[in-house]
T-cell receptor
Framework: EAQVTQNPRYLITVTGKKLTVTCSQNMNHEYMSWYRQDPGLGLRQIYYSMNVEVTDKGDVPEGYKVSRKEKRNFPLILESPSPNQTSLYFC??????????????FGEGSWLTVV | DQQVKQNSPSLSVQEGRISILNCDYTNSMFDYFLWYKKYPAEGPTFLISISSIKDKNEDGRFTVFLNKSAKHLSLHIVPSQPGDSAVYFCAAGLGLTGTASKLTFGTGTRLQVTL
């Protein structure tokens, strides 16, 4: 079954404590990205990756890092989380960058609260 | 600067009637548009798309209309069913131009279909 798996699904953490949200896809997709969803702001792209070792900033990259060492994994790293990073995060993968919308698969989301 | 806007945060429609969800965009370079549906506690799932060379695309009960001169697209659901109750996001991208496309999402419209 085609899947994008994110972990953890729910996390409460404290300001400044580094954390990583993992994302893994089993479809051999080249393109992966991270979004955050906030009330009134919709889904905003944080980072995306077009292939292994190729990453680029999205619309709201500040405070985040990513890495793409293998095709299937695209972790999102918060080196020093702050309360304004409290959000619902989605990982997505696709064969292309989004031109064919029906190839984009989203994970179930990770609720992150920073206190 | 919100390049893709959904000005109605919520919409309530009676079962069997037509639901019309609207979306406006500002970037005239966008050439591919998509609608995603999102249930609570799940990731967005692809619904329907349209490229800028068309003005209408239909898939069962769902039809998307594109008015390029007005930079406006709409999603029509006929007839609406209770299972259509969800948050709908429109998204725009640069897929057809061959550039590294990434999607810009709107803020979402919560549709409630009542009995």
């Amino acid at each position: 079954e085609a899947q994008v798996t994110q972990n953890p699904r729910y996390l409460i953490t404290v300001t400044g404590k580094k954390l990583t949200v993992t994302c893994s896809q089993n479809m051999n997709h080249e393109y992966m990205s991270w979004y955050r969803q906030d009330p009134g702001l919709g889904l905003r792209q944080i980072y995306y990756s077009m292939n292994v070792e190729v990453t680029d900033k999205g619309d709201v990259p500040e405070g985040y890092k990513v890495s793409r060492k293998e095709k299937r994994n695209f972790p999102l790293i918060l080196e020093s989380p702050s309360p304004n990073q409290t959000s619902l995060y989605f990982c997505a993968s696709s064969l292309s960058g989004g031109a064919s919308g029906n190839t984009i698969y989203f994970g179930e989301g990770s609720w992150l609260t920073v206190v | 600067d919100q390049q893709v806007k959904q000005n109605s945060p919520s919409l309530s429609v009676q079962e069997g009637r037509i639901s019309i969800l609207n979306c406006d965009y500002t970037n005239s370079m966008f050439d591919y548009f998509l609608w995603y549906k999102k249930y609570p506690a799940e990731g967005p799932t692809f619904l329907i798309s349209i490229s800028s060379i068309k003005d209408k695309n239909e898939d069962g009960r769902f039809t998307v209309f594109l008015n390029k001169s007005a930079k406006h697209l709409s999603l029509h659901i006929v007839p609406s069913q209770p299972g259509d109750s969800a948050v709908y996001f429109c998204a725009a991208g640069l897929g057809l131009t061959g550039t590294a496309s990434k999607l810009t999402f709107g803020t979402g419209t919560r549709l409630q279909v009542t009995l």
